[in-house]
């Protein structure tokens, strides 16, 4: 393995991820107009309920899998493992579908405003997502790249296509959920039919999960708390307030963390069975080089986005919602988000060394003690503050997930030492606020169009860039030849 196949790996999923996030920024337009702020709260609450239901359906172990699929040589023993774990995911599934099938009352009264459709709907598809999600997996495992993000880009295209066009026809809502399931159970098909020819079948045997199961059981609490600091926010906001409250939040919260979670996401995807090789095979300099390179690429394109948020958040927010009220409401939100982008992604980044030495506890507690912190702070500033509460807190709890992973992963550096390139990330900041006195000037007095504005803003940071040295020609070549 080389690295111009891990920044190659990277150029692929990051296609996939920008087509993701494309997603989110398509269908916002058209949900917020024909769904209005209290719809599209419903639709983000069915979104951040498959996202906290499907960890406790996969028991962490598709993670288990990038991790210990590429220490396996034989094709047969990787075939066995496979389906034992699919089982148990499959069992696990089941029980927590059926339940809301059966029991929708609960979970919709909450705050579901009573849509009990809603509830079985998201019911179904959390069962064919948990099975997508573990067969994915196995892409990513064998580091097969390019199939990972087709089947990434696939089923993403074919749900804005038909998510669009169900709301469009007036459909609502449920045309919106529904889209999801008709898409992601084509792609189970499609997954199954695939990895049956590649992977001989075998009768599960539950002891061959132990070792994934003692992986993969310590990130569920890890998962869990991620899913409370990142998104029980939207929960609680539509307790306290109202779904048209999470409708006001979310739009902003989305844009604000686009490009810095983005990034980040590529890395999560890409690194762990990366460096897990590099480690395995005791290529230390190898994996320090791509952690130092992926820190410094990942401050390049975040630290700007940040400082453009910061000037034009609120064009941009009423741009790609159409909605003045969302703009006006929630625009600030973005700011919050995009300063919790760049905390969130160094934690990414660091936490790779935890990962690649198999102490996925400390990753779990972390992630709980912020997600207590992020609970409880909510359930104090929401009532107070309103959504400005709920983007502080998770700010806040970011911020110590991300300090935990710094102590923990550089207090045991006994065989791993990162080369930090502080000169750089000053030349980003530097090049980065002259970028945004420049825009800011511009657009006192020139011209306000926010697309012209974002195109001069990136000429502006790259060019200050380059010139003070903060990219130089030599990494520029490299990049370039990693992708070509």
Known sequence: MSIRRVVGDMGVIGISKIIISAKGIILLPILTRY???????????????????????????????????????????????????????????????????????????????????????????????????????????????????????????????????????????IGALLSILIVRGILFLILLFLLSRRLKFSFPELSRTKEYLSFGVPTIPSNLSHWVVSTSDRYLIGIFLSATYVGYYHPGYSIGHLVPFMIASIYGLVLPPTLSEYYEKGNIKEMEQVLALSLKYFFTMSIPFFFGILLLYEPIVQLLTGDTVIASEGGIIAVYSAFTGLIYGVGVLFSQILVIKKRTKIIGIKWTIAGIVNFGAN???????????????????????????????????????????????????????????????????ILTNIFVLMSLGIIIYFSVLFSIGGIERKEIRFLKNMVT
């Not at 172990?61 to 148990?88: A, V």
């Not at 080369?419 to 800011?440: C, N, P, R, T, V």
Request: charged residues 15%.
């Open 35 to 173: 769904l209005g702020a209290e719809g599209y709260g419903l639709w983000v609450q069915a979104i951040a309920t498959m996202s906290i239901l499907l960890p406790l359906m996969v028991l962490g172990l598709p993670y288990s899998m990038t991790r210990i699929f590429p220490s396996r040589d034989n094709i047969s023993e990787i075939s066995k493992d496979f389906y034992s774990i699919s089982f148990l995911v499959l069992i696990a599934s089941a029980i927590v579908s059926i339940f809301l099938l059966f029991f929708p009352g609960l979970l919709a009264d909450a705050i579901f405003e009573g849509e009990i459709l809603v509830v079985r709907i998201v019911a179904l598809i959390i069962f064919v997502y948990s099975s997508n999600n573990l067969m994915m997996n196995v892409f990513r495992a064998f580091r097969e790249m390019k199939k990972f993000s087709v089947f990434n880009i696939g089923y993403e295209i074919g749900e804005i296509a038909l998510a669009a066009s169900l709301v469009i026809l007036g459909y609502g809502l």
């Open 379 to 445: 359930l104090i500033l929401i009532p107070m503050l309103g959504i400005i509460g709920a983007a502080i807190t998770t700010v806040a709890a970011y911020s110590i997930a991300t300090a935990l992973t710094l102590y923990f992963s550089l207090a045991d550096e006994d065989d791993i030492k990162l080369d930090f390139d502080f000169g750089s990330y000053g030349k980003m900041i530097l090049s980065s606020s002259i970028m945004a006195l420049s825009i800011f000037l511009i657009r006192q007095h």
